[in-house]
C-alpha cells in the first residue's frame, strides 16, 4: 500500500497535547458561564419565592409569612394545600429540611419575626464558592435582592 500515510506516535501525542491545551483555554470560560447562569437563576428563584410569600400570607393570614421553603412546597399526592404544604413552590417537593438546593444554589427563609410572621428573609448561598457561584444572595422584602460578594449572607450590594 504504497502511498498511505499512518501516523507515527510523535505526531499522534502532539495532537493529542493541542487539543488538551485548547481544551484547558476553554474550561474556565465554560465554568465562568455556568457560574453566572446559576446566580442569574439564584436571583428568579429568590423572586419566585418571594412571590410565593407573598401569596402565602394572603392565603393564610392567621400565619402570615412561611418560616420555612417546605411550607410553600407541593402538599403530599392526594391532599389539598395547606398552611404545613400550601403548594406554591415545586422546587421544594424534594426538600425535607432548609437549606434547599437548586442550581448549585441552597436556599433558606431565615430571620422570621411576629405572630402571625410579618418579616422574614430569603437566602441563596452558593453549595460550592468559587465552583456554583461566586455571590451570596438576600432578599428580606419581595422584590428587593442585595448580594454578598464573598458569597454568604452578609447582602449589602444592591442588585437591580
Do not use: W
Not at 448549585?104 to 460550592?128: E, L, W
Request: proline residues 8%; aromatic residues 8%.
Amino acid at each position: 500500500m504504497a502511498g498511505k500515510r499512518i501516523f507515527s506516535a510523535m505526531e499522534f501525542l502532539a495532537a493529542v497535547v493541542v487539543v488538551l491545551v485548547l481544551i484547558a483555554l476553554l474550561f474556565p470560560g465554560f465554568v465562568d458561564r455556568r457560574i453566572f447562569a446559576n446566580e442569574a437563576a439564584a436571583v428568579a428563584t429568590l423572586r419566585a419565592i418571594g412571590a410565593a410569600q407573598l401569596k402565602y400570607a394572603q392565603l393564610y393570614p392567621s400565619a402570615g409569612f412561611a418560616d420555612d421553603l417546605a411550607k410553600l412546597g407541593p402538599p403530599p399526592s392526594g391532599t389539598v394545600p395547606n398552611s404545613v404544604h400550601a403548594g406554591l413552590l415545586d422546587f421544594a417537593a424534594d426538600c425535607a429540611a432548609q437549606p434547599c438546593a437548586k442550581s448549585g444554589y441552597s436556599f433558606a427563609i431565615d430571620q422570621t419575626s411576629g405572630a402571625p410572621i410579618n418579616k422574614f428573609r430569603i437566602t441563596a448561598v452558593p453549595q460550592r464558592p468559587g465552583e456554583t457561584g461566586f455571590r451570596g444572595f438576600c432578599s428580606a422584602e419581595p422584590g428587593i435582592i442585595t448580594a454578598d460578594a464573598a458569597g454568604g449572607t452578609s447582602c449589602s450590594i444592591p442588585i437591580t
